[in-house]
């Protein structure tokens, strides 16, 4: 979706639809529209970070799965 031109394969969003209803298909394309303008709007007028967050991360809760596995499978 955030390649240009913006396609997003059927195979795709039939696996989705087996992890997402309807309204929460909705959520999510609107989030990543969202998040993709943002950085195009950043990129274009060249804004950098603000270093707010310097040296901060967003530790995993526990119990995560692994950053391979797919949608829907539990570790």
């Known amino acids: ?5 913006a396609t997003v394969g059927e195979e795709l969003f039939q696996r989705l639809r087996g992890f997402l209803d309807e309204p929460e298909m909705v ?4 989030a ?4 993709n303008l ?3 709007f950043n990129r ?4 950098q970070a603000a ?18 596995s797919s949608p829907g499978q539990e570790a």
């Open 51 to 68: 270093d707010f967050s310097e040296g901060a991360f967003c530790p995993l809760p526990e119990g995560s799965a692994p950053a391979d």
């Open 1 to 5: 979706m955030t390649s240009t031109p």
């Open 44 to 47: 274009a007028f060249d804004v």
């Open 27 to 30: 959520e999510l394309t609107t």
């Open 32 to 35: 990543i529209a969202h998040e």
């Open 38 to 40: 943002r950085s195009r």
